[in-house]
């Protein structure tokens, strides 16, 4: 059985920082990509960031700039620094990995979700 558990979301003023966190835990082989995706109510759920094994990383438009991603291989966390937030950034925020149960399956598993409010 696998988990991911986002927390760090919360209500913050525009401009303010937030950092979000998420851990995967149970029967791990190993973990490819890992990623952050926010669907604000109403709207479809989109990619923020994502970042590979490499430690090679992709962000969106709109969090090119101001947020920062990052993981650590060895705890399987992976981290979302976002700076300058703005109100349109509220949304609920997910967690995703592609990891591995066993040497050559991986799935994509999904954290519970996270929120953050962003106040004008």
């Known amino acids: 059985q696998v988990k991911l558990v986002e927390s760090g979301g919360g209500l913050v003023q525009a401009g303010g920082s937030l950092r979000l966190y998420c851990t995967a835990s149970g029967s791990i082989f190993g973990i490819e990509t890992m990623g952050w995706y926010r669907q604000a109510p109403g709207k479809e759920r989109d990619l923020v960031a994502q970042?590979?094994?490499?430690?090679?990383?992709y962000y969106a438009d709109s969090a090119k700039g101001r947020f920062a991603i990052s993981r650590d291989n060895v705890k399987n966390t992976v981290s979302l620094q976002m700076d300058a937030l703005k109100p349109e950034d509220t949304a609920v925020y997910y967690c995703k990995a592609r990891i591995r149960t066993l040497p050559t399956i991986g799935y994509d598993f999904w954290g519970q979700g996270t929120q953050v409010t962003v106040s004008s």
């Open positions: 970042i590979y094994t490499d430690g090679s990383s």
